[in-house]
């Protein structure tokens, strides 16, 4: 393949491949679209990735190892980078707020470290980061802003960076087809790809080692359909906010440490279809059971023995009784 060098597309996920991924897919200096996504390619990702001009970049479920050098931070034109479900380690490069064209980053199961880079917070175009099932620590970022892809460019007007030679009619098209990215949502893995995609934004940094208060900026994050918090070691109150939500549909910060009351304005998030604040160190009344807090069932609150109200227990039987 290294001979074809005007090719633009390598689509060929979930076969049996096997072996490193070629050194020669380097001289394809037209390559835009590489997914080699579901097969059993192994060894460490190519450093000379980074003298092409790939968009969409789909390495996910292989068993490549090696830590996330700073080869990708050189392919300015990137808008998906998938390596999730792989065995690679090592931190998040400082130099990813290069990747200006970024929109959905999914680096989720593999074995990645340290903590969450600031730099993260440079990538205006980013729609969708998964971090999840990681060994991630610190605090999170309070400076992260995503936006769907769909409101970036609804004029149509994109244009990769480094003055690529693919025409505004190939991105579209592309687009509309596209690689589908996996994305899990209401407790369930999706396949999200096309027009569907650029719709989407959300945020996945359950599973791993979290710690500090959550960001009262995150509440500002309007956009978001999916914010997954849990499995982490976060303290603190929930922010009141994320009543600001008003595009979330699902909403996961169970088996954390976090504390205080569950702010009562989250019951104007209309959207809100999956909830969970399960097993943490809340206390006080839960929302109020209207709208869509009157689906949610005495699971998405349990292992919080001071919450009350339905359909947990009755506050009036945990007041203390009255002094004599």
């Given at each position: 393949m290294g001979n074809m060098s005007s090719l633009q597309e390598i689509?060929?996920?979930?076969n049996g491949l096997e072996g490193p991924i070629p050194i020669n897919f380097c001289q394809l200096q037209f390559l835009l679209i590489l997914d080699l996504s579901n097969n059993n390619i192994s060894g460490s990702l190519p450093s000379c990735f980074s003298t092409g001009q790939i968009v969409y970049l789909h390495l996910s479920k292989n068993k490549l190892k090696g830590s996330l050098t700073t080869q990708f931070c050189h392919i300015s034109s990137l808008v998906t980078l998938d390596l999730s479900d792989n065995q690679l380690s090592g931190n998040i490069p400082d130099c990813i707020n290069m990747l200006g064209e970024l929109s959905y980053l999914i680096l989720k199961n593999n074995n990645i470290e340290g903590e969450i880079p600031s730099q993260l917070c440079k990538l205006q175009k980013l729609s969708l980061i998964d971090?999840?099932?990681n060994h991630l620590s610190g605090h999170i970022p309070s400076c992260l802003n995503l936006t769907p892809f769909d409101e970036l460019y609804k004029d149509g007007s994109f244009v990769p960076n480094r003055g690529l030679s693919m025409s505004l009619s190939y991105f579209k098209n592309t687009l509309?087809?596209?690689?589908?990215?996996?994305?899990?949502t209401k407790n369930m893995q999706y396949s999200y790809k096309g027009k569907i995609l650029s719709y989407m934004s959300g945020i996945d940094f359950?599973?791993?080692k979290l710690i500090g208060k959550i960001p009262l900026e995150i509440g500002h994050l309007s956009k978001i359909q999916v914010l997954n918090l849990s499995h982490n070691i976060l303290a603190g109150q929930i922010p009141s906010t994320f009543s600001n939500l008003v595009q979330i549909e699902s909403l996961d910060l169970s088996y954390n440490n976090l504390s205080g009351k569950i702010?009562?304005?989250l019951v104007e998030l209309y959207f809100l279809s999956t909830f969970s604040v399960a097993y943490n160190n809340l206390s006080g009344e839960?929302?109020?059971r209207i709208r869509q807090f009157a689906t949610f069932n005495e699971s998405?609150?349990?292992?919080?023995?001071?919450l009350c109200g339905k359909?947990?227990?009755?506050?009036s039987a945990t007041s203390p009784p009255p002094m004599i």
């Open positions: 689509i060929m996920p979930n971090l999840s099932q509309s087809i596209g690689e589908p990215v996996h994305f899990t359950s599973c791993n702010p009562p304005q839960v929302p109020a998405c609150y349990q292992g919080n023995p001071l359909p947990m227990k009755s506050c």
